[in-house]
C-alpha cells in the first residue's frame, strides 16, 4: 500500500524559510520514475499546484506566485522515499496546507495524481 506522509510545516514570519518533506513508503521503485507533486490550499480556495518535477528526469515547473523562492527535489534511491519542497522567502499569501502527490504527470494540475498524502499547515505571519 503506497502511502504519502508530509512534515515540516510550521509557523514563520515573513522572510522565513521552511522545508517540507514527503515519505513515500510502499512504492516499489525509485521516485525517479514518478511524476511528482507538491500543492497547496488556502482557507476558502481550492487547491492549487505549486511545483512539480517531471518522470524520468528532472525537468520542474513552478507556479509564477513561487518562482525563484520555491525549489523541489526528490531522493528516490533509499528505501524510505522522499519529496522535498524547500520554501525560502516565505510571505503571508504562502500560508495553507501543502499536499504532496505522487504518481502524476509532474504538472501543477492535480487530477491525474494517484496517490496524495493529508497535508501539513503552513502559517506565514507578517
Known amino acids: 500500500q503506497v502511502q504519502l506522509v508530509e512534515s515540516g510545516g510550521g509557523s514563520v514570519q515573513t522572510g522565513g524559510s521552511l522545508r517540507l518533506s514527503c515519505a513515500v513508503s510502499?512504492?516499489?521503485?525509485?521516485?525517479?520514475?514518478?511524476?511528482l507533486g507538491w500543492f497547496r490550499q488556502a482557507p476558502g480556495k481550492g487547491r492549487e499546484g505549486v511545483a512539480g518535477?517531471?518522470?524520468?528526469?528532472?525537468?520542474?515547473?513552478?507556479a509564477d506566485s513561487v518562482k525563484g523562492r520555491f525549489t523541489i527535489s526528490r531522493d528516490g534511491d533509499k528505501r524510505i522515499k522522499t519529496l522535498y519542497l524547500q520554501m525560502n522567502n516565505l510571505e503571508p499569501e504562502d500560508t495553507a496546507v501543502y499536499y504532496c502527490?505522487?504518481?502524476?504527470?509532474?504538472?501543477?494540475?492535480?487530477?491525474?495524481?494517484?496517490?496524495w498524502g493529508e497535508g501539513t499547515q503552513v502559517a506565514v505571519s507578517s
Open positions: 510502499g512504492y516499489p521503485v525509485s521516485l525517479y520514475y514518478l511524476g
Open positions: 518535477i517531471a518522470p524520468r528526469g528532472n525537468d520542474t515547473i513552478y
Open positions: 502527490a505522487a504518481a502524476g504527470n509532474g504538472k501543477l494540475q492535480p487530477a491525474g495524481y494517484v496517490y
